[in-house]
C-alpha cells in the first residue's frame, strides 16, 4: 500500500500546550471522521494523531467503501427488526454517499472509485 500510496502532507508535531474545545486522539477514518463536522460547524478542534495520519488500519485497509455491515443484514434484522435494520441500510449507503461528497469537497486525492469487488 505505502508504495502505491498518494504524496500525503505532513503536519507539525505538538510542542507546549495547546487548549482547545475538543482533542480527538487518533487520526484514523473514526477520529478524522469525528473531527471534521466539529470542525466545519466552528467548533475547536485538534487531532492528535501519534504516528500520521492513516497510520493504523484506516492506512492499511483493502480501500473498499461499501454499504452494509461486516456481520450481514440478516444478522441486523434479527437483532432490531425489519423496519430499524432497513433504516440501518439507508444509514450504510448514506455512508457511501458522505464519503463520496467529502473527497469532492475538500479535493481528496485519493483515486477514488465507486464499486468494490468480492
Ligand atoms: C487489512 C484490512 C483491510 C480492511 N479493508 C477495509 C475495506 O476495504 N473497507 C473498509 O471500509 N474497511 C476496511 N477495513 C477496516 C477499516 O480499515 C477499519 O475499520 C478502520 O480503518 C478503523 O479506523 P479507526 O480510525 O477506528 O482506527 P485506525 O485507523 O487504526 O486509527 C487509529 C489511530 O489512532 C492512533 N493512535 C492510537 N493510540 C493513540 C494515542 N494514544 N495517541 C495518539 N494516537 C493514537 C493510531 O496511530 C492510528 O492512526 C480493513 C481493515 C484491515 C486491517
Partial sequence: YVST???HP???TLEGRLKTETCVIGGGLSGLCTAL???ENGHDVIVLEAARIGFGASGRSGGQVI???ACG???IEKQVGLEQ????WQQSLQAVELVDSR???HNIQCDW???YAT
Avoid at 85 to 88: G, K, S
Fill in 5 to 7: 500510496a498518494n504524496p
Fill in 85 to 88: 435494520a432497513q433504516w440501518f
Fill in 67 to 69: 454499504s452494509d455491515f
Fill in 103 to 105: 473527497i469532492q469537497k
Fill in 73 to 75: 443484514m440478516e444478522e
Fill in 37 to 39: 463536522p466539529l470542525a
Fill in 113 to 115: 472509485q465507486r464499486g
Fill in 10 to 12: 505532513s503536519y507539525p
